[in-house]
Nanobody, 122 residues
Framework: QVQLQESGPGLVKPSQTLSLACAVSGGSITTNLYYWTWIRQPPGKGLEFVGH???????YYIPSLKSRTSISRDTSKNQFTLQLRSVTPEDTAVYYCARLVVTVEAVYLDIWGQGTLVTVSS
């Protein structure tokens, strides 16, 4: 059974880089049909899609974060990572990794990590 687990520092100082890893167990991140995504939820706000990396390593980031975001993968560790540079307190959120299923019939998120709170504060 596929499981996702976020990890990384819970506190980041303004202007520094937020770095998180998502460990995937029970399945390979290179398997066709799946993209690997980062989603965040600021306190009191809704979910916000950040970006994804495909099974072949292609990336996508939402326009508002594109200039500061990098998603990469380490196939030897079967994990993918998020780097968000030049963070501000507005980047404080619970960060989730999740699997995106991409088929001809439908596109949807089916498996989520438990989420990890990252606070940006000095």
């Amino acid at each position: 059974q596929v499981q996702l687990q976020e990890s990384g520092p819970g506190l980041v100082k303004p202007s520094q880089t937020l770095s998180l890893a998502c460990a995937v167990s029970g399945g390979s991140i290179t398997t066709n049909l799946y993209y690997w995504t980062w989603i965040r939820q600021p306190p009191g706000k809704g979910l916000e899609f950040v970006g994804h990396i495909t099974h072949s390593g292609n990336t996508y980031y939402i326009p508002s974060l594109k200039s500061r975001t990098s998603i990469s993968r380490d196939t030897s560790k079967n994990q993918f990572t998020l780097q968000l540079r030049s963070v501000t307190p507005e980047d404080t959120a619970v960060y989730y990794c999740a699997r995106l299923v991409v088929t001809v019939e439908a596109v949807y998120l089916d498996i989520w990590g438990q989420g990890t709170l990252v606070t940006v504060s000095s």
